[in-house]
Nanobody
């Protein structure tokens, strides 16, 4: 079982990036994107329960980040627009085979599998 995150890079403020998270080995019921900036704790960006349309976005990224999925490819994506220097961090995808309720989507310990992280750097 593996989660592979990709798509990070160096961009200028105001630009966009799309991160991908490909799962192999099993199908997951809930995905999440998290990030960890230097010297800060890892935080939820968005959680998505694959059944239905339950999503939970962090206030800091609402309107700029959008999660999407491709069920056939067992993958989720994070489209990020209008990137800011404060978005600089290592971005992680995470997943669990359980269908998390909305209040649990932000809880890191609810996710059983984690990708290796992809670096996003936004220059001013």
């Amino acid at each position: 079982v593996q989660l592979q995150a990709s798509g990070g890079g160096l961009v200028q403020a105001g630009e966009s990036l799309r991160l991908s998270c490909a799962a192999s080995g099993r199908t997951f019921s809930t995905y999440g994107w998290f990030r960890q900036a230097p010297g800060k704790e890892r935080e939820l960006l968005v959680g998505l329960r694959m059944s239905g349309t339950t999503t939970r976005y962090a206030d800091s990224v609402k309107g700029r980040f959008t999660i999407s999925r491709n069920n056939a490819r067992n993958a989720v994506y994070l489209q990020m627009i209008d990137l800011k220097p404060e978005d600089t961090a290592v971005y992680y995808c995470a997943a669990t085979s359980r269908s998390l309720i909305w209040s649990s989507l932000s809880q890191q310990n609810e996710y059983d599998y984690w990708g290796q992280g992809t670096q996003v750097t936004v220059s001013s």
